[in-house]
Each structure stands twice: as structure tokens, then as C-alpha cells.
């Protein structure tokens, strides 16, 4: 099976981040022409609307897009003219994932899981979608244990998804722990690792507090002597992150999904050390 590489945006705020989003997107095209860009979907549906203003401008653009839809903040009918508007774009691929409560606590609550989410996009699209979900191998932040979160995530394939993208993690035993029990479950849908370039000790830190990923120590010591050295901390980062990517292929993982918080450097710099090209 030959290895699906992708990568993440978020949509941008402003006219001055859509033409950088597109410049970033022209650069990691050049570079790894990934399968495909996923685009997020932010707490509740925040960003429901520049969501889908991203997504039509890349696929104006020929470019192949894979949108984030999440079933906490929309209802089954806001969820269905999403879906058919995706159809009319020509989309044929999507993140379904249950989506980040809001802050306010406020959500519509027709569907509250993603294996539900997942039942009804197969309920009213049939097989038009290619539905990728989330995996978890250091375990999500709200699970309450390790086998309830592996139950999830079973209950999210047998629902009908087609595969999976990890959260970040930089502990590869994490997820080969993950991938040797999803073998012992019969699970053999493709789970591709969700790789996340290290660039700034402050925003890493900050995402992997909220999201559950786990920095470890001797990878979090060594960022925070080069708190002052921007320069060593990239070059650091690269190498920890180059030899994880590495590894994990080495190891079979069927791809490489790249959390480029809509930048394009670091992550072609893994790419560039991989060798792929």
C-alpha cells in the first residue's frame, strides 16, 4: 500500500491570511504535493463559515480538500446542507470528528459522538465521502480510561469511517502501542500518525496542554534551554521530528499527516530530511 502524506490548515481570519494560506499551499505543493489539505472546524462550529469560504477557494483551485465537520454546535439539517454543498464543490473526503465544546457550554446536541456523526454522514451520503476520524494513542483528554477510549474509537470504524489521523505525539511507542491494538481488534483501517513540526517552545507547549499530547521530558528540557535560541530550538526540533517521521515509516505507518498551523518551512524541512521527494 503505497503512503498517503497530507497536511492541515485552519481558515485564515483575514484577506492578508488567505493570500499567505495560498502561498503556503503553493510551497508544500512544490515540495511534497500532498494527497490532499484538511481544513479545520473550530469550537461549536465557530468557524463554520470561513470553513467553508477556505474550502470553496481551494477547490476552485483544483485543489483536492479534505474539510473537518463536527457534529457538537450543528444540527442533523445544518450537518445535511453542509454535506450537500460539499457535493456541489466536488469534495469527496472528510475529517468527521465530534468537535470542541464551546467555552459557553452552548451546543446543539442532536448528535453527540462522532460515531454518530460518522452513522448519519453514511445514512445520508452513502459511500460519496471518504470519512478519516481521530485516534488517540496517548489517550484523549476526556476519556475515562484507556479502554473507553479505545472503545470510541472502535464504535468510530464500525460506524463506516474509512481511516484515521492521530493526534500529535513525538512518543513513537505510543503509537505502535495503539497500532498493535487495533491489530488484536481486527482494526485495519489505515491510521496515519498526525505529526506536528516544532518551531516554538511557548505554542507547543500551550496546544499539547490542551489537547492530552505529551512533550517528553528530555524533549521539553532540551526546548527550554533554547528558550533565547530560536535558531538551535528549530534545529532541534527538526532533528526530533525528522527521526520520528523516519521511524514511523521505517515502522509501516501508511503516511504522514502534517500539522502545518498554515506554514510551510518546517514542515518541508522534515519532508526535505525524509528524503521523499
Request: aromatic share 10%; hydrophobic share 40%.
Amino acid at each position: 500500500m503505497n503512503a498517503t502524506f497530507s497536511c492541515e490548515f485552519f481558515p485564515p481570519r483575514t484577506e492578508a491570511g488567505v493570500e499567505k494560506l495560498l502561498l503556503t499551499q503553493q510551497a508544500l505543493d512544490t515540495v511534497i504535493q500532498p494527497a490532499y489539505y484538511s481544513v479545520t472546524f473550530g469550537a461549536g462550529g465557530a468557524t463554520r463559515d470561513r470553513t467553508l469560504d477556505t474550502v470553496r477557494l481551494l477547490t476552485e483551485k483544483n485543489i483536492t480538500v479534505a474539510p473537518h465537520i463536527s457534529c457538537i454546535g450543528s444540527s442533523k439539517q445544518q450537518i445535511r446542507d453542509l454535506l450537500d454543498e460539499y457535493k456541489t464543490l466536488g469534495v469527496r473526503h472528510l475529517v468527521a470528528l465530534r468537535g470542541d465544546i464551546p467555552e459557553s457550554g452552548a451546543a446543539t446536541r442532536e448528535l453527540t459522538h462522532a460515531n454518530e456523526l460518522v452513522a448519519f454522514i453514511r445514512e445520508t451520503s452513502g459511500d460519496h465521502f471518504t470519512i478519516e476520524v481521530a485516534a488517540y494513542p496517548e489517550y484523549h483528554p476526556e476519556a475515562a480510561s484507556p479502554q473507553a477510549d479505545f472503545e470510541h474509537f472502535k464504535n468510530k470504524i464500525a460506524a463506516g469511517a474509512n481511516g484515521a489521523i492521530t493526534q500529535y505525539f513525538y512518543n513513537i511507542d505510543a503509537y505502535l502501542c495503539f497500532m498493535d491494538r487495533c491489530h488484536s481488534e481486527n482494526i485495519t483501517v489505515p491510521v496515519i500518525p498526525g505529526i506536528m513540526p516544532i518551531t516554538n517552545f511557548t505554542s507547543l507547549t500551550r496546544f499539547s496542554d490542551i489537547c492530552g499530547a505529551e512533550i517528553p521530558r528530555w524533549i521539553r528540557k532540551q526546548l527550554e534551554a533554547y528558550a533565547d535560541d530560536k535558531e538551535s530550538l528549530q534545529a532541534f526540533g527538526l532533528d526530533v521530528v525528522s527521526k520520528l517521521c523516519h521511524r514511523l515509516l521505517e515502522q509501516g505507518a501508511p503516511g504522514l499527516h502534517f500539522y502545518t498551523l498554515n506554514q510551510a518551512e518546517a514542515t518541508n524541512a522534515v519532508w526535505n530530511n525524509l528524503g521523499l521527494s
